[in-house]
């Protein structure tokens, strides 16, 4: 039997088997060669798909615009101020409503709670686009784009510099765990990842052969990286944090010398981006010959575009 996805809904990796994951990593390489081949076989012809941002976004929203668009899907846009969302209706009657006229639901937001509400509720197919807690929708990203780099996942050390607690570290973390790379985090103890989701990764690890550590010596951490990856030190809701977080982050920020302390030429350097160059990451390494940044907002539209054809389409 094939991955079939389905109806499916995409909140977190935890819900989704490394048979599964690879899969929409492997759709997602043949529908961006296709593409550039000229090929659109609109998979989404005459669906509609609600796109609500309570937070800000460049890649995402214009990723899951043009993937709908490309599809053949009418893409429509919700932003915060545009709809009643958990305010004068409750989360559970906006999901039922745009259950009843469109065919699939994106969601950036503050909780996670939200997005699993409205997959309860809407009775279509939800994609989380960013919560508070995880990104599941980027991990995709950055294994298409590590895929197209390396050839492979497996066993592959990753070293994620910076914020070890926030969206981005514990989804990476969830993926890693799940496809069987060697996650490491270097980032101060005051922003080590919850243990209960290091205990969860930590048996999906077991399962995977891959392995998790977490450390503050961030010199020791990026000792025989294969990809170091980082993320901005405030997170979107948190920007009244940034003070602190510079005094707790400085040593983490990714430059040359800690691309150098490798002990590697070919390390790669990963960002989701929006990036603050200068603060986590430096112009130098950004813009540097290791840095595969671009491809992994390219790849954002292609992975994007696989989850809705996997969940909602006619393959
Ligand atoms: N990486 C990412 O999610 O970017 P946006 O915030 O621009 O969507
Ligand atoms: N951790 C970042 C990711 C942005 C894509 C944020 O939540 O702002």
Known sequence: MGVNLKGRSFLTLKDYTPEEIEYLVDLAIELKEKKKRGIFEKHL??????????????????????????????????????????????????????GRMFDGIEFRGFSQQTVETLAKYSGVPVWNGLTDEDHPTQVLADF?????????????????????????????????????LHYVIAAPEALYPEEELLNTCREYAKESQGSIQVISDVKVAVKNADIIYTDVWASMGEEDKMQERVQLLSPYQVNEALMEATGKADTIFMHCLPAVRGYEVTH?????SQSVVFDEAENRMHTIKAVMVATLGDL
């Open 284 to 288: 130098e390494v950004l813009e540097g």
């Open 144 to 180: 298409m784009t590590i895929k197209e780099h390396f050839g492979y996942l497996k066993g592959l050390t990753f070293v994620y510099v910076g914020d070890g607690r926030n969206n981005m570290s514990n989804a990476l973390m969830i993926g890693c765990a799940k496809m069987g």
């Open 45 to 98: 012809l005459n669906k509609n798909v609600a796109l609500i941002f309570e937070k800000p976004s460049t890649r995402t929203r214009c990723a899951f615009t043009v993937g709908a668009a490309d599809e053949g899907a009418h893409p429509e846009y919700l932003g915060k101020n545009d709809i009643q969302l958990g305010h004068k209706e409750t989360v559970e009657d906006t999901a039922r409503v745009l």
